[in-house]
């Protein structure tokens, strides 16, 4: 079995991410010195994916207090606990900024204030806090992985026993997904596209189908980089052609990740996804999504709450690749599709859309798998 680049690599307190801006074909490390770093780094998208920010949040936070240790002299901020309180928090205020949608974000960073805030309504010492938040910053990223692994195995059993249900042979399950849910978008593995992993080390997967998910073509760049390290039999396919697909191909199953699900289910993922729910939904092919109890939002009632980020209307406009026919080192460049002239009044470009719970026919987490029931509902309180 290959071995995929991890989004995330540290080494003891350092950080450093694969700049998935140019990936497939440059694999290039960028160092995450500072909280600025990293707040940059998930901006621009050089990281992406729910719980590989939230990770990357954390982590940075965990360094720059763990260098704080080891500087001379002491930082002001490790003087008291209200000291430590005045320079975290905006710290981790600062943080969440950088992609409102993705609920893992303020999760985690919600997570790390409650350990700040503990601390100092008990009393402890500054050090004694700042290694407590040393500690979880390093558990939210080291926690990934292995609840990947799980949320995985449920959603392609129940995929399989689906199936077989159905009456029909699940020995090659044919599955769409959208964007790159993999190991590059998480600490390892990954949400939907680690189902789709499962399925593939278990013998069970036909082919694997992947939206090129324009405009930042995550598909057809780091889905597609990581299922041909893999080795594993996948198409891609134009967002627009995810119609055509189910029309003439059998497909047994739609899986998508999530940046963030309401209460009621509803579910904000990468913008396309309400598309092939609803083509799904049409053509009766079970719709999934795979993600981390810590996307589900138990605050937001239902979908029409969850803030939608807006990307820079220039990004829809452009597109990144190596120059074509390929040269010996490659070289990439930068190309505008459209006419000259055009700029946010004529552009719309929403990083994310909101599927209905009543499209969805199941959501999948490291608890276990909740199905839509006959009235179009999804109860999450048996997975969270």
């Keep these: 079995m290959a071995t995929l680049p991890l989004s995330i690599r540290t ?71 209200e000291a430590l309180q005045d320079h975290v928090q ?92 993999g190991s590059l978008a998480t600490s390892g593995y990954g949400t939907a596209l680690g189902l789709i992993t499962r399925l593939f080390e278990t013998g069970q997967l036909g082919k694997a189908y992947y939206t090129q998910t324009a405009p930042y073509h995550q598909g057809s760049r780091l889905t597609a980089f990581e299922l041909q390290s893999l080795k594993a039999p996948f198409v891609m396919i134009c967002d627009t052609m995810v119609g055509s697909l189910f029309q003439h ?21 990468k913008i396309g996804t309400y598309n092939a729910a609803v083509l799904a939904a049409f053509h009766k092919i079970p719709f999934v999504v795979v993600a981390p109890i810590s996307t589900v939002d138990l605050e937001i009632p239902d979908g029409s709450r969850i803030p939608i980020e807006q990307r820079p209307w220039i990004e829809a406009c ?43 026919t199941a959501i999948v987490t490291e608890k276990g798998v909740a199905v839509r029931d006959e009235r179009g509902n999804i109860d999450l309180s048996a997975i969270v």
């Design 11 to 81: 080494s003891g307190d350092d950080i450093e991410i694969v700049n998935q801006l140019l990936l497939p074909h440059v694999i290039e490390f960028v160092p995450i010195n500072s909280i600025e770093d990293a707040h940059d780094a998930i901006k621009t998208m050089k990281i992406r994916g729910a719980p590989a920010i939230a990770s990357l949040a954390a982590l940075s936070l965990s360094s720059s207090l763990s260098h704080a240790f080891s500087a001379s002299p002491a930082p002001t901020f490790l003087a008291s606990p």
């Design 90 to 181: 905006p710290q981790l205020d600062f943080l969440y900024t950088a992609r409102p949608t993705a609920v893992n974000l303020g999760a985690a960073t919600r997570r790390l204030a409650n350990v700040l805030t503990t601390g100092v309504q008990a009393g402890k010492d500054a050090h004694t806090i700042a290694r407590a938040l040393i500690e979880e910053g390093r558990a939210v990223a080291n926690e990934d992985v292995g609840r990947n692994k799980e949320m995985s195995k449920h959603g392609a059993e129940w995929l399989v026993k689906t199936t077989k249900d159905a009456g029909e042979e699940a020995n090659a399950l044919n599955v769409l997904t959208v964007c790159n849910t």
């Design 249 to 269: 191909h059998k497909i047994h199953g739609v899986v998508v990740g999530a940046d963030r699900i309401a209460k009621n289910g509803d579910t904000a993922n």
């Design 318 to 360: 452009l597109v990144r690749g190596a120059v074509y026919p390929p040269e010996e080192t490659p070289r990439q460049t930068t190309v505008m599709l459209t006419p000259p002239g055009l700029d946010a009044s004529n552009v719309y470009n929403p990083s994310f859309d909101v599927t209905p719970a009543k499209l969805i």
